[in-house]
T-cell receptor
Framework: EAQVTQNPRYLITVTGKKLTVTCSQNMNHEYMSWYRQDPGLGLRQIYY???????DKGDVPEGYKVSRKEKRNFPLILESPSPNQTSLYFC????????????FGDGTRLSIL | GENVEQHPSTLSVQEGDSAVIKCTYS??????FPWYKQELGKRPQLIIDIRSNVGEKKDQRIAVTLNKTAKHFSLHITETQPEDSAVYFCAASIYSNYQLIWGAGTKLIIKP
């Protein structure tokens, strides 16, 4: 089954404790992206990757890091999480360029205390 | 860069009536316009999309129209049902640019 898998689905942690949210897709998609979703603010892109070893900032990259060492994986790293990073996070992937459907993971709800 | 505005932010309609959500975009080079539905606590899912060489596309009770001159596109849902209650997002992208620019979302409420 074609899918985007995120882990963990839920995480409660404390300020300053490094964490990684993993994302993996099995569709051989070149393009992958991370979004955060906050009430009333819609989907805001954090980082995206056009292919292996190619990443770029989205609209809200501060406080986040990403890497793309393999085509299928695109982890999101919070080196020193803060409460304002409490949010619902989605990973997404898409084949090739712009006008292709984007597939989302089931989301990760992060709470930073 | 591209900017997408979506209206209304909340839409309440009687079950069985039609619902229309509108989006405007700023970049005339945009050529792909998807619509996503997000049910409470779930991931956004593509419900319909349209490319700039087409003016209208239908899929059962859902249709999308595109006016390239005016730079706006709309989602039409006919004969609304309780399961249509969700948040709907529009987006726009340019083929040569990997970015999807998103609208802020519309919460659709279907009243019984």
């Amino acid at each position: 089954e074609a899918q985007v898998t995120q882990n963990p689905r839920y995480l409660i942690t404390v300020t300053g404790k490094k964490l990684t949210v993993t994302c993996s897709q099995n569709m051989n998609h070149e393009y992958m992206s991370w979004y955060r979703q906050d009430p009333g603010l819609g989907l805001r892109q954090i980082y995206y990757s056009m292919n292996v070893e190619v990443t770029d900032k989205g609209d809200v990259p501060e406080g986040y890091k990403v890497s793309r060492k393999e085509k299928r994986n695109f982890p999101l790293i919070l080196e020193s999480p803060s409460p304002n990073q409490t949010s619902l996070y989605f990973c997404a992937s898409r084949k090739e360029r712009g006008n292709q459907p984007q597939h989302f993971g089931d989301g990760t709800r992060l709470s930073i205390l | 860069g591209e900017n997408v505005e979506q209206h209304p932010s909340t839409l309440s309609v009687q079950e069985g009536d039609s619902a229309v959500i509108k989006c405007t975009y700023s970049d005339s080079a945009s050529n792909y316009f998807p619509w996503y539905k997000q049910e409470l606590g779930k991931r956004p899912q593509l419900i319909i999309d349209i490319r700039s060489n087409v003016g209208e596309k239908k899929d059962q009770r859902i249709a999308v129209t595109l006016n390239k001159t005016a730079k706006h596109f709309s989602l039409h849902i006919t004969e609304t049902q309780p399961e249509d209650s969700a948040v709907y997002f529009c987006a726009a992208s340019i083929y040569s640019n990997y970015q999807l620019i998103w609208g802020a979302g519309t919460k659709l409420i279907i009243k019984p």
